[in-house]
């Protein structure tokens, strides 16, 4: 063997030893962590695509913006999707149309000012007493 097959030999052992040394230092990762880490790169697009080792949030950096932190909860976005899915203030398609105005028969109208279903019935037993209106009306 020459000198130079030994140095070899000898810097590849060492290397094999000092990679297992620092290895043997850290923690055993568990398997939740490894999934968690592998949701956050996903998310964040830190995830490697190319053979030179170029990041998804290189390649489509549209889709991977800067997350900010929202001050709105949970509980306040989840009523605000119910009142927009209520009212039909949802859009439609990709021109903007909303829902209410493509169907306006399937969403309830905004209320109009007037009497109220009471007032009207104690008009209409007033009118009865007073003897102004039929009881009995023929269609």
């Known amino acids: 063997m ?15 030893f000092a990679g297992q040394a620092m290895a043997a230092g850290d ?20 995830v490697i695509i190319g053979e030179d080792g ?3 949030n ?4 549209h889709n991977y913006s800067a997350q900010q932190a929202s001050s709105v909860t949970r509980a306040q976005v989840k009523a605000e999707l119910a009142e927009a899915i209520r ?9 903007g149309v909303q829902l209410n105005q493509v169907f306006p028969h399937n969403y309830a109208r905004q209320e109009v000012s007037g009497p109220s ?16 209106h039929d009881r009995h009306i023929e269609a």
């Open 58 to 61: 290189e390649v489509f950096p």
């Open 117 to 132: 279903r009471a007032q009207i019935r104690a008009e209409l037993a007033e009118a009865v007493a007073n003897g102004l």
């Open 54 to 56: 170029t990041l998804m």
């Open 2 to 16: 020459t000198r130079t097959q030994i140095s070899t030999i000898a810097f590849a052992v060492a290397t094999l």
């Open 87 to 95: 009212s039909g203030n949802m859009s439609a398609s990709e021109s």
């Open 27 to 46: 923690a055993p990762v568990t398997r939740a962590q490894v999934k968690a880490e592998l949701a956050e790169a996903i998310r964040s697009g830190n």
